[in-house]
């Protein structure tokens, strides 16, 4: 059964930092693309991020372009996402998804994780 | 970037009559477009991608059809337990996947 597992969410004030992590299990990690989707409180999904398989290739949706780094551990099946320079309006529930099958880009997300709020407020 | 536009906002309808769920893209997406259904206080669901093919263990009551720009969920027989936002999710021109704004199903 494929299990993702998020944590690292949690208050921070306005320019501060944060390391979100996405424990995977029950697939070959390595495999699949891995995303990122964000949840503001009251609104709908956002797309944030996208990384390939092997780590090689990732995109951004403008609004975290240069502060935001996604990157993956195969070695420990971890997908991460580093928040810099937070603003306000990155409050939200940040979801981890797997790619759905080996394609890549993959055109959809077939596992979520139940997320984890991060907060930015001084 | 594609928008994609979800109608209606919200939805209401009794147990057992048929949902009709649009998604318009602003451009043409071919077939890659996704839709997710996402419960109070859960993470999204997969529902359909490709436009028409269920996703593992939807029941068939779910189905999706269109190309191009043009897009539409059905639930065939609507169950109380299908309270839910529906989004769809484009992949075709990217980056951003972007998410429409989703349709509020309600059961009367």
């Known amino acids: 059964e494929v299990q993702l597992v998020e944590s690292g969410g949690g208050l921070v004030q306005p320019g501060g930092s944060l390391r979100l992590s996405c424990a995977a299990s029950?697939?070959?990690?390595?495999?699949?693309?891995m995303s990122w989707v964000r949840q503001a409180p009251g609104k709908g999904l956002e797309w944030v991020s996208v990384i390939s398989g092997n780590g090689a290739s990732s995109y951004y949706t403008d609004s975290v372009k240069a502060r935001f780094i996604i990157s993956r551990d195969n070695s420990k099946s971890t997908l991460f996402l580093q928040m810099n320079r937070l603003r306000a309006e990155d409050t939200a529930v940040y979801f981890c998804a797997k790619g759905r099958g080996t394609r890549w880009p993959a055109t959809s997300d077939d596992s979520w994780g139940q997320g984890t709020l991060v907060t930015v407020s001084s | 970037e594609i928008v994609l536009t979800q109608s209606p906002a919200t939805l209401s309808l009794s147990p057992g009559e048929r949902a009709t769920l649009s998604c318009r893209a602003s451009q043409s997406v071919g077939t890659s477009l996704a839709w997710y259904q996402q419960k109070p206080g859960q993470a999204p669901r997969l529902l359909i991608y490709d436009a028409s093919n269920r996703a593992t263990g939807i029941p068939a009551r779910f189905s999706g059809s269109g190309s191009g720009t043009d897009f539409t969920l059905t639930i065939s027989s609507l169950e109380p337990e299908d309270i839910a936002v529906y989004y769809c999710q484009q992949r075709t021109n990217w980056p951003p996947f972007t998410f429409g704004q989703g349709t509020r199903l309600e059961i009367k």
């Open positions: 029950g697939f070959t990690f390595e495999y699949y693309s």
